[in-house]
């Protein structure tokens, strides 16, 4: 898990990275994978909450 914090070069929500305190909107959607094959980054579709 600290190894995917340390790739997400951005904060948001519970992860928050005193070296980079904002947010990025190239990691929305963003999705990293670790296993033992590798790391893997992905893409998934993020639908937009509209509050009125």
């Known amino acids: 898990m600290a190894?995917?914090?340390l790739?997400?070069?951005e904060s948001r929500?519970?992860?928050?990275r005193v070296d980079i305190p904002e947010m990025k909107?190239?990691?929305?959607?963003?999705?990293?994978e670790l296993?033992?094959?590798?790391t893997s980054l992905s893409e998934r579709k993020i639908q937009s909450k509209e509050t009125v």
Do not use: C, D, M, N
């Not at 929500?13 to 928050?16: E, I």
């Not at 909107?25 to 990293?32: A, D, L, N, P, Y």
């Not at 296993?35 to 590798?38: A, E, H, I, V």
């Open 3 to 5: 190894t995917a914090a």
């Open 7 to 9: 790739l997400r070069e």
């Open 13 to 16: 929500g519970g992860h928050y």
């Open 25 to 32: 909107e190239q990691w929305t959607g963003k999705v990293i």
């Open 35 to 38: 296993s033992k094959q590798g």
